[in-house]
């Protein structure tokens, strides 16, 4: 989810700026209005829910396309797909993370950065 608005407090008024974005490239396709916005990707791509119930599908639009598409039959189904990935690309990170974390402060390549509850964030070498 680098550089997407998917968390709280950052979802509040991705509505808004899908419409925004939805205005300035003249887009014939308007979001319903019981569409909800619950993803934006650096201001140029966004997803949202459509329909109703406790499972509505998941739709997509990218800036330059003239319709959305629609990405997941369910919610359900797009969360264990963001699930699924996110379980990869961290198997994958887990590994060199934890043997750059082995390493003297001055050998290492990376900061490692610890976010707290209360939404700081403290740079650790």
Do not use: C
Not at 44 to 64: D, I, K
């Amino acid at each position: 989810f680098q550089g997407s608005d998917v968390f709280y407090p950052h979802v509040i008024g991705l509505r808004e700026a899908a419409d925004e974005l939805l205005r300035e490239n003249q887009e014939p396709f308007h979001l319903r209005s019981s569409d909800r916005v619950i993803f934006m990707h650096q201001g140029y791509q966004f997803e949202f829910l459509r329909g109703e119930g406790p499972n509505p599908e998941v739709w997509t639009y990218s800036e330059g396309d003239a319709e959305p598409s629609r990405v997941h039959l369910r919610f359900t189904d797009w969360l264990e797909a963001n699930v699924r990935e996110q379980r990869e690309a961290w198997a994958r990170l887990v590994p060199w993370y934890e043997a750059e974390q082995q390493k003297p402060s001055d050998e290492r390549r990376v900061y490692f950065y610890r976010h707290h509850p209360d939404g700081s964030v403290t740079e650790e070498l």
